[in-house]
């Protein structure tokens, strides 16, 4: 599969759920500029700035703000094919998250998965990295519904994260998140993440058959190999994760990734791209994520993403961009 599309079967059960708020799909389809056969088909494929526009749509035409997430539910995260299949062969919970987001490049580069181990036990924390997707709430929730659901798969239908993070601000309605993600949800945190304590993350799944596994990652390894612009991606990946910490230099994105840092300054130079490119294009997709749907302000946003101060953000900003952090954002409400 082009990791630049999505399959179609990724809207299986669209048109249902459509018709559960009296609309019609076909309609919605058309508004978003897509043959009414993708919904109907799981042979074709769909961009993901399509993807995006398509549950964006959906959501404000059945006046349902929760759209991805009943999608989600009704899906389940076997529409990601053999990543899924891996992820049930894993030995552990923990093993199953960290499978899934080794190789979830494998399903888009548009969107990125990572793992962190803290607060005793580990984050599965979960980005949009495509500049085009700059309304990503939607996706968001998808992909963490996605992941919650089988959770409560492997751990038990009462089970919820131990805390679940958004980047942007909190809706009207906390009611359907806490169903699926529980009581403590905050919200213009600096990442979209759920936590998962140690002792379930530790919890053995069973029926995992190690000859099957390694066949699926065999067969996932020869399709992600850790070449070129993949080094890139993984580099912008790692970067996204540790970018509001301290330690986001080079020799810690390199760690992450398991190469030295001179090796990764030589792959990333014959991709002709350096770490402080990469770096500075994640902090200013982060800070414009932040401006259109956080309730942060300039001088918070500049402080998360460690500017010494907030006329120092709004240098890089205008440098960047051509204009000023607040005119930028006046200029997108206007939209």
Not at 121 to 143: K, M, N, R, V
Not at 180 to 199: E, K, L, P, T, V
């Amino acid at each position: 599969m082009n990791r630049d599309t999505i399959p179609s079967y990724f809207l299986s059960g669209a048109a249902e759920l459509i018709r559960h708020y009296q609309q019609d799909p076909v309609e919605i389809s058309t508004m978003a500029k897509l043959s009414k056969e993708i919904l109907f088909s799981n042979e074709l494929s769909l961009s993901p700035l399509d993807f995006c526009n398509f549950l964006e749509i959906s959501a404000r035409t059945c006046n349902q703000r929760f759209f991805a997430l009943e999608l989600a539910k009704m899906q389940g995260i076997q529409i990601l094919g053999p990543i899924w299949l891996l992820m049930r062969q894993a030995e552990t919970v923990g093993d199953a998250l960290s499978s899934l987001a080794k190789n979830f490049l494998l399903h888009t580069e548009a969107a990125a998965a990572s793992i962190i181990t803290e607060f005793d036990g580990i984050s599965f924390c979960y980005d949009i990295i495509d500049d085009s997707l700059e309304y990503e709430t939607q996706l968001i929730e998808h992909a963490l519904t996605l992941v919650c659901m089988e959770l409560k798969v492997l751990l038990g239908s009462q089970w919820r994260p131990k805390f679940t993070q958004f980047r942007y601000s909190a809706p009207y309605n906390l009611a359907p998140l806490k169903l699926i993600f529980g009581n403590n949800i905050s919200f213009n945190q600096d990442r979209h993440a759920i936590h998962i304590c140690r002792q379930d993350s530790i919890k053995p799944i069973n029926k995992a058959d190690s000859d099957y596994r390694k066949i699926i990652q065999q067969q996932l390894k020869a399709r992600l190999e850790m070449k070129g612009y993949q080094i890139v991606m993984r580099t912008e990946v790692a970067i996204r994760t540790l970018i509001t910490q301290q330690s986001c230099t080079i020799n810690q994105i390199a760690n992450t990734i398991g190469l030295s840092p001179r090796t990764l300054q030589r792959h990333l130079k014959q991709e002709a791209v350096s770490f402080k490119v990469l770096y500075e294009k994640v902090r200013l997709n982060i800070a414009k994520k932040y401006l259109l749907h956080s309730t942060m302000s300039i001088t918070e946003i500049a402080e998360r993403l460690h500017f010494s101060e907030t006329a120092a953000f709004t240098r890089f900003f205008k440098r960047l961009t051509g204009i000023t952090p607040k005119n930028y954002l006046i200029a997108n409400k206007k939209r």
